[in-house]
């Protein structure tokens, strides 16, 4: 069942209960008891009235009783309705952080092909100065480039549930 079919339910409900509240309305039992009498000759009256208006006071009680197994519907159709909405808040979260992931997994992969670029390029520019080293110190008599030993690159990697970021070494 779709969300739609509840809502669809739902306002069925309410209108057949407002078509019923209605009906009842118009059918009022209208008993007037004598003034000043005692409490046990106002409910005879009203018991008078229900067995001379037998068909009505059925009725009455009928529509009455399909008002309230109406609203129990109607809650329960509500409670479904509720459901279907969190589920469906859930279910667009999960499509949002799903969107998400795919996004930081194109960004990991890029800074990783980035990072192995550039130790690429480490590597090369660590091979020219063992190269030109020797001959840089006899003529500035210093060294051409330092730090090869500690020079780091990123890399992005997961387990499954977490990334981390770690700094590996050219």
């Not at 208006?53 to 009455?64: F, P, R, S, T």
């Not at 990991?108 to 001959?135: F, H, Q």
């Not at 210093?142 to 700094?167: A, E, L, Q, Y």
Request: overall charge negative; hydrophobic content about 45%.
């Amino acid at each position: 069942m779709t969300i739609e079919q509840i809502l669809a339910e739902v306002a069925a409900l309410r209108s057949q209960i407002e078509v019923l509240r209605e009906e009842r309305a118009s059918l009022t039992v209208t008993v007037t008891p004598p003034e000043n009498d005692s409490p046990q000759a106002i409910t005879e009256a009203y018991r008078r009235y229900a067995r001379e208006n037998a068909q009505l006071v059925a009725e009455l009680k009928g529509i009455d009783d399909a008002i309230a197994a109406l609203e129990d519907q109607l809650v329960q159709k509500q409670a479904q309705l509720q459901q279907w909405q969190i589920q469906a808040k859930q279910l667009s979260l999960q499509e949002q952080l799903d969107e998400a992931r795919k996004i930081a997994q194109v960004h990991a992969m890029r800074i990783n092909e980035l990072a192995a670029e550039l130790a690429t390029e480490i590597r090369s520019l660590k091979a020219c100065a063992d190269d030109l080293s020797p001959l840089y110190w006899q003529v500035y008599y210093k060294p051409f480039i330092t730090g090869f030993k500690t020079i780091w690159v990123p890399h992005v990697r997961s387990d499954g549930d977490v990334w981390t970021i770690v700094n590996r070494i050219v």
